[in-house]
């Protein structure tokens, strides 16, 4: 399997435009996770998805982002309109979710930079 | 919610060095997972300790869940410019939600 797969690898943009981040997680996976990663806050949870049912969307910061799972082998995080300190690098993970063992599968993430 | 602690925030040793990384959470901890990362690229898992007082070794990198279960270190034996990274622990909750917490994160420089 190729693993977590995402594009773009990297994004600029200008502040207003819209945004999208594309995952194909691992085949066979039955849980995926969008995450944010900035210096100054670390690895943060987005939203997670289980047999493509949004569970848990907490992480997301505001209505201008949203996420979507509309089969078991695509995803996509939109930001619209993007903004500035919307910047940081993305990452796509998925897992096969059993009681007791939880490891995730990370992409290689995508860097975005709002100007 | 659980936090998840880790120290020390960055790291600097001479290559052949031994280095130790500690995590701890502030409830207990039903799987606790080590990542690393090197800069530019996604995490990479290294191991999943799941029962008190459990103990597991991959090569040099050694990492260890106290009894009590709510702190793991990681140890690095004779420490190599490949171990260079930045080096995350994340936790399960327990129960049915699929999700880990992170930690903020190690950052090791190892120097020649």
């Known amino acids: 399997?190729?693993?977590?797969?995402?594009?773009?690898?990297?994004?600029?943009?200008?502040?207003?435009?819209?945004?999208t981040l594309r995952c194909k997680p691992i085949s066979g996976h039955n849980s995926l996770f969008w995450y944010r990663q900035?210096?100054?806050?670390?690895?943060?949870?987005?939203?997670?998805f289980n047999n493509n049912v949004p569970i848990d969307d907490s992480g997301m910061p505001e209505?201008?982002?949203?996420?979507?799972?509309?089969?078991?082998?695509?995803?996509?995080?939109?930001?619209?309109?993007?903004?500035?300190?919307?910047?940081?690098?993305?990452?796509?993970?998925?897992?096969?979710?059993?009681?007791?063992?939880?490891?995730?599968?990370?992409?290689?993430?995508?860097?975005?930079?709002?100007l | 919610s659980q936090e998840l602690e880790q120290s020390p925030q960055s790291l600097i040793v001479q290559e052949g060095k031994n280095l130790t990384i500690n995590c701890t959470s502030s409830k207990t901890l039903y799987g606790l997972y080590w990542y690393k990362q090197k800069?530019?690229?996604?995490?990479?898992?290294?191991?999943?300790?799941?029962?008190?007082?459990?103990?597991?070794s991959h090569e040099k990198i050694t990492a260890k869940l106290d009894e009590k279960k709510q702190q793991s270190s990681l140890h690095i034996t004779a420490s190599q410019p490949s171990h260079a990274g930045i080096y995350l622990?994340?936790?399960?909750?327990?129960?049915?939600?699929?999700?880990?917490?992170?930690g903020t994160g190690t950052r090791l420089q190892v120097t020649l």
């Open chain 1, 1 to 19: 399997d190729a693993g977590v797969i995402q594009s773009p690898r990297h994004e600029v943009t200008e502040m207003g435009q819209e945004v």
């Open chain 1, 38 to 48: 900035t210096m100054m806050r670390g690895l943060e949870l987005l939203i997670y």
């Open chain 1, 63 to 114: 209505d201008r982002f949203s996420a979507k799972m509309p089969n078991a082998s695509f995803s996509t995080l939109k930001i619209q309109p993007s903004e500035p300190r919307d910047s940081a690098v993305y990452f796509c993970a998925s897992s096969l979710f059993l009681a007791g063992y939880n490891e995730q599968f990370f992409g290689p993430g995508t860097r975005l930079t709002v």
């Open chain 2, 39 to 56: 800069y530019g690229e996604g995490l990479i898992f290294l191991m999943m300790l799941q029962k008190g007082g459990e103990e597991k």
């Open chain 2, 89 to 102: 622990c994340g936790a399960d909750g327990g129960g049915t939600a699929s999700k880990l917490t992170f």
